[in-house]
Structure formats: C-alpha cells, structure tokens
C-alpha cells in the first residue's frame, strides 16, 4: 500500500515522502523504511531499499490518482459555515433514496453510518484518496465532501473531478491563514474550477459574495431572486417541506441540499418524506432538554456563527440566553473582539472560556475577546468544565444556555496534546 505517513507503514508498503504545509515527508524516510518500508518515492537521497526520484512528490502523486482514478461521483460543498450540516443532509437523503453515499468532513469519514475521526475537515491528498477507494469498495455511487479552504489553498483535491459544487456562504475566517479576506475567497473559488464539464455548480444567492463563485454551470438558491427559493414557511418552488432543522441558516443548508437533488433528477415525491425525518450532525445545534430549560451545544466559531446560533435561540425562548463561548489558539486573532462584542450585545449573560487554546495562554485569548467591552454582562472562567457547570446553575426557568465552539470535538487541544473534552458529556454528567 502507498502510505505518506511512516507511522502508518506496514511491512512491504510504499513511502511517498510528500511536502505538506508544516511538515516534509523526507524527515520520515528512514523511520519508513525502519517500519517496513519495502519501496521509497522521493524528491533526494539514496536509501536502502528501492527508490524512485521524483521532480516533485505531490506531483507524482497527482499524476497516479488520475491514471488509477476512481469511478465514483463527488459533491464538494465549500463556505465559511454551513459545509458540515449541507454534506451530512445530502448523505442522509441520498441513502434515503436508495444512492449509495459516503460522507467525509468534520465529523469524519462516515460509510454504512460507520464514522472514523479525521484529523483534518478535508484530509490530505493519500488519506483522501485511500477514502474514496474505500467508498468504492464498499458500493458507493457518491462520496459528498467537505472541501476546505486550506485543502484547496494546498491542492490537496487538485486531482479529483466534481460532480456537483456548493458554495454556502463567506464571512471572516482562517485569516491567520489566508491573510486577507481576497485570498480566503481565491481559495474556495478554486472548487468550482475543479467541477466536470457536465458537472452542477449551486451557488447561494443571497449571500454578498455570490458573484465570486457564479464559475461554471451554476444555479442559485435562496430566499428570493434565485432558481431554487424558500420561505417562512418551507416552501420550496411551490412545494411545502417539513423541515425539523431549527434556524435560518439551516433552511439555507435544506434548501441546498434539496436544489442539488433536484438537478440531479429527483422530485418533490421522491424526497418529501425523508425531509421531515432529517437530523442535525453531532454538536450542531444539538438540544439537551433541562427542566424547562434548554441546554444546544454547536460549533458556532465564527462571528457570523454565532450571531445566527443567537438569533436562533432568541426566537426559541421568552426567557434569557445564556452563552458560553471562547476562541481557539494560534488561529485568526482579529475575530475575537467581534465575537466578545456579539456575545455581550446578544446574549443576557456570557461566560468567556477556553477552547483549544493549543499554544497559547487562555486568559491572553480572552483578553482579547474581551477587551474594550460595552457591557459588563459576563464573567470569565477560563476552566472550560467549570464554566459549564456555572453555565447550567444560572439556568431558571425557559431559558437556553448555549455551549459554543467545540461542537462533535471529543477534546481539547492544548499544547501540542489533544485531552479527553466532551462538551455533550459535562453537560450531561451535570443535569
């Protein structure tokens, strides 16, 4: 087997020594070879065991995937928020329909409602490929993905064709990454270059940097002045849905999921019934009952996510909306004043904690987020279990108290270390 990761050699496997973002694979050829390699592929060097070089390794490996291409069919979904929702609707309806599908994302690769954690949303180029080669072997007409932008800043799907394309929606994001807003926006564009001659492009309309993705055989959706519209009241096209998914921006992620399925040749008939019985991913807008409280964990990290998870709430209840929300370490900094801001605006009360602070000090990330606040209206507790625990006692009577910024994540990242963290789990140990 061609393996890019030495730990993962087994005896009589091939090593592709590739250069990734942070990490160059020739630093791990000879712990490769000491692990079984039986065949190395790189750029330099001479080695003990068979070697072929190569002018450049990603390259090369581009180069094998188109020749031993895949004869499955892929819907790339891409935006700042939205992708994970939109991708796991699409897996479950077309499943439903009796399609074949796989899913690979934020939560994983998930095939016969099997999930196996990924360490990236959008993995690398080897890992992706051996995933969609397991989705064949396991009779899989569609593989829906989760296409990032750091993927494609990185070319890591440089070599796939799409299907189909969906562009959700683009508010800040990834700038410690990308550096500015033009080169986020370059790098999800890059999907819709990517898409098969005969391939769908679905492009939501109301969002302001719709004109960016309009590439290549696209259609719009949503709320007015599109192909595919819905309203208040869930009617698509004339066509009237039970959705069960609570929020403005998940009848974007239905109406998404709905408009490609339309295109690919599906009717209202074929699809009405599996609506209604959809179900959100895993710490997204996931409600906990307490009382007559409600307790949602979400991943909401974004300023725009967090606007909407509040917004959400705020229609839910005619009690208070409580918040517990941080930002992530060795990530965009210029986020985090925004989002204290929205928070405090919002919400009744904040409670500004950790979450996956990795290299830096968490009392410095809050700081930031809490610097130059209007209100006084919140309380830092820089323990993440403790700050939810104190979250459920001001809990009184039809009220929300909404877990932010971790969602499905079963840890917390810090240091270099990723540590056992349940949002889901403390709440539940502490109702």
Do not use: W
């Not at 399609?99 to 196996?116: F, M, P, Q």
């Not at 051996?130 to 993905?145: A, G, K, Q, T």
């Not at 769908?200 to 519209?229: C, E, M, Q, R, V």
């Amino acid at each position: 087997m061609l393996q890019s990761d030495s730990r993962k050699v087994k005896d009589g496997d091939t090593f592709i020594a590739l250069k990734g973002y942070k990490e160059d694979g020739h630093k791990y050829i000879l712990d490769a070879i000491n692990n079984g390699a039986k065949k190395v592929i790189a750029k330099r060097g001479k080695y003990a065991v068979e070697t072929l070089i190569v002018d450049d390794t990603n390259e090369y490996l581009h180069k094998y995937f188109k020749i031993n291409k895949i004869d499955i069919k892929l819907i790339g979904v891409t935006g700042t928020n939205g992708k994970t929702t939109t991708c796991y609707l699409l897996y479950q309806l077309l499943n439903g329909l009796g399609c074949k599908c796989a899913y690979i994302g934020t939560i994983g690769y998930i095939v016969d409602d099997v999930v196996t954690p990924l360490d990236n949303t959008t993995p690398g180029s080897l890992e992706l490929y051996n995933l969609l080669e397991d989705s064949y072997n396991h009779n899989c007409e569609y593989v829906v993905m989760e296409v990032s932008s750091q993927a494609l800043d990185q070319k890591r799907v440089d070599y796939l064709e799409f299907d189909a394309a969906i562009f959700t929606n683009l508010t800040r994001d990834h700038l410690d990454y990308h550096k500015t807003l033009e080169n986020y926006i370059e790098a999800k564009r890059k999907l819709f270059y990517l898409l098969k001659d005969d391939g769908i492009s679905l492009i939501n309309n109301d969002d302001p940097y719709a004109a960016n993705f309009k590439i290549k055989n696209y259609k719009t959706y949503g709320f007015t002045d599109s192909d595919y519209t819905i309203d208040d009241e869930n009617v698509i096209n004339s066509h009237p849905y039970n959705i069960p998914l609570i929020g403005k921006y998940n009848k974007y992620n239905t109406l998404a999921a709905i408009s490609l399925l339309y295109e690919l040749g599906y009717q209202y008939d074929d699809i009405k019934e599996l609506v209604q019985n959809l179900k959100e991913p895993s710490g997204r807008m996931e409600v906990i009952n307490y009382k007559t409280n409600k307790i949602i964990i979400d991943y909401a990290h974004t300023p725009d996510a967090l606007q909407n998870v509040i917004n959400t709430s705020l229609e839910l209840t005619d009690g208070h909306v409580y918040v517990i929300i941080g930002c992530g370490g060795n990530r965009d900094k210029g986020k985090r004043k925004m989002m204290g801001l929205i928070a405090t605006d919002m919400a009744y009360y904040t409670i500004f904690t950790s979450d996956n602070p990795r290299d830096e000090d968490p009392l410095d990330i809050i700081k930031d987020m809490t610097s130059n606040l209007d209100k006084d209206n919140y309380q830092i507790e820089v323990n993440r279990e403790n700050a939810i625990k104190k979250g459920i006692q001001l809990l009184n009577n039809n009220d929300i108290l909404l877990v932010l910024g971790k969602g499905h994540e079963k840890y917390q990242i810090i240091g270099n270390e990723r540590l056992p963290f349940d949002d889901k789990q403390i709440v539940l140990d502490n109702i």
